[in-house]
């Protein structure tokens, strides 16, 4: 198995800034366990399956992924979720038990993700079912209800334009606004969410670096469970945001929730009415590699121009 810490990842991780929030309450503690599909869009319609960002780590295809967003406080002692066949993973802490994976938004969250090759090997390791948070000293162990035996996953995010594609890779100029567009009115399970108080749907789209730890606030959009955003339909990079030269990582994610807990609950860390959701998310990555400011070309060329005056000299002599 190939553990990743998520938007360190993984989000996966994405891996993933929760926006669910109950009833659009901003300051409530959420917390989510999904099954994931990551796949790397290639072409204009090409895919490969997992995802393998130059200079991290190798995503595998199928992720289990959870997250707990306190809103940067710290719990009373490190998070644990405990599949449905008794596996406990402890998720990774910093000093003072501090959520330690970044969000984009100013603070950090907790997040746990293990990635596999097959939906078989991940059934097979943590189960299929009720899956148990330990959340510090809680007053409760909220638990959610995911079915890795039969999941459902969205359709895959598909760049549609923006950039120009190039032995795999995204090329784009950092020196101009680029405006990337993706398949998002395909994504039919965000309409069928409006109104929703027991399932929703989310979009999210947003840069991340090497190790997938995101580098500018994502853009999300939400339906049901209290939220009706419009979908969104591109990110945009404005320009002079990212250095000319370099590699980067579009992460887009599509996801649905089925199962949502609106236990309540106190303890350390632990704000607001809490909320607990579940469910299934596609990922796409793109390699985004921004052009070279146009001045390094020239000492290359003039350099070459050198070589070419100096050999026919010498071929004259």
Known sequence: MNIKFVLKY??????????????GTPQATAYNVHEQDSLQQTGSSSYSVGYAPQGGAFVDQYSLVA?????????????????????????????????????GNGYN?????????SESQLTSQYGSGTFTFTLGNATATPT???DTL?????????????????????????????????????FTDYAAATGSGTSGAQIKLELVDSNLAAIFPPSVSQNGLGKSNPAITSYTISAGSLA???TYNIQANYTVYDTVNNTAFTGTGITGNPQGVAGYLTTT???????????????LAIGFSGFLIIRFRRVKV
């Open 10 to 23: 993984f989000a996966v991780a994405a891996f993933l800034c929760l926006a669910l929030r109950a009833h």
């Open 67 to 103: 997250g707990i967003d306190t809103q940067g406080a710290n719990l009373s002692a490190a998070p644990i979720l405990q599949g449905p066949n008794g596996v406990n993973v402890t998720f990774p802490t910093g000093a003072s038990f501090s959520p330690t994976v970044p969000t």
């Open 109 to 117: 969250k907790y997040q746990w993700g293990g990635g596999w090759t």
């Open 144 to 146: 959610l209800s995911l």
């Open 150 to 186: 039969n999941p459902v996953f969205p359709i895959s995010p598909l760049l549609t334009s923006g950039g120009t594609w190039s032995g795999g890779v995204l090329l784009i100029d950092p020196t101009v606004t680029n405006v990337l567009t993706f398949n998002t009115a395909s």
């Open 244 to 246: 000319a030269g370099q």
């Open 285 to 299: 990555f793109i390699t985004v590699q921004t052009i070279p400011e146009p001045s390094t070309w020239v000492p």
